[in-house]
């Protein structure tokens, strides 16, 4: 899918130090503006990768991401397989309108990290990478990027052990968030996986629990009250 006129973006700084972008067009942040870096590492490792059920010895976790962005999500899952206490990843991370390279050049997510040459390079590559084909990001990562949308978007049944929901709020891109696409998230799923995001809205988690979600509304990061976990039990 290609966009021959992307939408205006711009960099922001959020309350943590750490960047987001802002979509013009919709008026809507990437990322949390209380913290983008505090946000994506609560809610999408601490409430998720590390949540996730452990898979038997040396196979990887399997996550679908929707919502690249900036990279940060899979940034951060990146550094964290680093750990051998943690499973290696593959990843798929879903965006239908890149972030320009121009942009991603000035993101200061390496610098607020504790290894910050490992986390500029490990950014550059990811979004330097190709599309539609895996590649390594070290020995215990593979991601593949595609450029499309979650309606367009098809994977094997039972393929993913975790995703993260990253899309835009549900006032700004209702379509993302509908029964149909939850539905087909748990469908993705593999029994016991489970969905993270920011997201705390009352519709929305009517509509994870009709998709056949167990629902867990969870506290927030800094300055949201609640963020949302949902689990496929069968």
């Keep these: 899918m290609n966009h021959s006129h992307p939408p205006e973006m711009t960099l922001r700084e ?5 960047h987001t972008l802002m979509r013009t067009d919709l008026d809507e942040s ?5 913290g983008a870096l505090t946000e994506s590492q609560y809610v999408f490792l601490d409430q ?3 949540r996730c059920p452990t898979p038997p010895a040396g196979q990887p976790v399997h996550i679908l991401e929707i919502g690249l962005g900036t990279g940060l999500n899979v940034l951060l899952t990146a ?6 206490d943690n499973p290696p990843v593959v990843m798929v991370s879903l965006e239908p309108i890149p972030v320009p390279e121009s942009l991603i050049a000035h993101l200061n997510y390496p610098d607020k990290l504790p290894d910050a040459t490992r986390a500029k390079n490990l950014l550059r590559q990811i979004h330097a990478g190709p599309w539609s ?11 593949r990027k595609e450029q499309t949308t979650l309606e367009a978007f098809d994977a094997p049944l039972e393929s ?9 709020a549900p006032n700004k891109q209702a379509e993302i968030w509908s029964s149909d696409n939850l ?7 593999t029994p016991g996986g489970l969905l993270v995001t920011y997201c705390a809205q009352g519709q929305f988690k009517r509509n994870l629990k009709a998709a056949g979600f167990e629902v867990e509304a969870l506290a927030g990061p800094p300055g949201k009250k609640q963020m949302t976990r949902g689990w496929k039990r069968d």
């Design 48 to 50: 998720g990768l590390h």
């Design 133 to 143: 084909r895996p590649f390594p990001l070290g020995d215990r990562f593979t991601l």
């Design 30 to 34: 990437y990322h949390s503006l209380h």
């Design 183 to 189: 539905t087909k998230c748990r469908k993705y799923l």
């Design 14 to 18: 959020t309350r943590d130090g750490s």
């Design 79 to 84: 550094l964290a397989t680093a750990s051998p």
């Design 160 to 168: 993913f052990d975790l995703i993260y929901f990253d899309a835009f």
